[in-house]
């Protein structure tokens, strides 16, 4: 299975020409890579842009409303980022729980436009104001449960899931980075969540990434297991050379696993 690997800028860069160069430098590289997905998440108002340049990479919104159509200022829905090639979202990201008062009520109404648009969710669990490294499973747990309960068999299979614990965030205020060991502990509890809900054989098909501070210097401690099927990438997905660096240990570690 190929590893996949997030570039998450959240509201960054601040303009355009600078989006575009870093699209490109790191688009131009990817042709290299044969088990690896990279995505790239720019900011919403990038995305048109970029519609018709991806070659190597897909393109995935970092948010969609939790409505389909109407009278809410500011937002943006699932079929009008539909017609710029975007074919993920990430949805339930701590940001947007802990800033922007999104509720896991919202993230349930956003997955189900997502399966309706036939756009790939990335559903983001353990991000929490009040995450720690003793909670953090009883956190996966509420989100996984809150979060998918309108979701069926079917659909539970689509999701690609992404293991966000917020004190591994680079931009939290007491970052604690996570461990490989620990992180490939909680991506397997994920696991065993959507093997209660759809069996262990489709489970093992179902994507489960890391997220928290991933860049070219710790990359390796994630990557070597094999239960990562990849990273959400923010701050160092803003330099082309470290996340190049971090997507070519994932392609070289999932060559590894593939043998
Ligand atoms: P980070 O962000 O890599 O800067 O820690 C990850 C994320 O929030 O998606």
Redesign the pocket.
Known sequence: MKKLV?A?W?MNPQTLLEAKRLFHSIEVRLHKFNHIQVLIAPPIVFLPVFAHSQHYSRLCSQNISFVEAGALTGEVSASQIKQFKVEYA?LG???RRMYLGETDDMVVKKLDLCFQHKIHPIL?LGGDRLASKTNIKNIILKQFKNRTKRVSSNNLAKIIF?Y?PTY?????KN?KPETGEFASQMIKYIRLLVAKKIGKDKALGVKVLY?????KNNVYDYASFQDIDGA??????LNSDNFYDVIKEFNHQASKQSI
């Not at 591994?168 to 939290?172: D, G, L, P, Q």
């Not at 959400?232 to 997905?237: D, E, R």
Request: net charge negative; glycine share 14%; with cysteine.
């Open positions: 997030i998450n959240k990430i990201h701590s940001e983001c992404a966000e591994a965030i680079s931009t939290s970052v997220g928290g501070s991933v860049n959400l990438v923010g701050g160092a997905s």
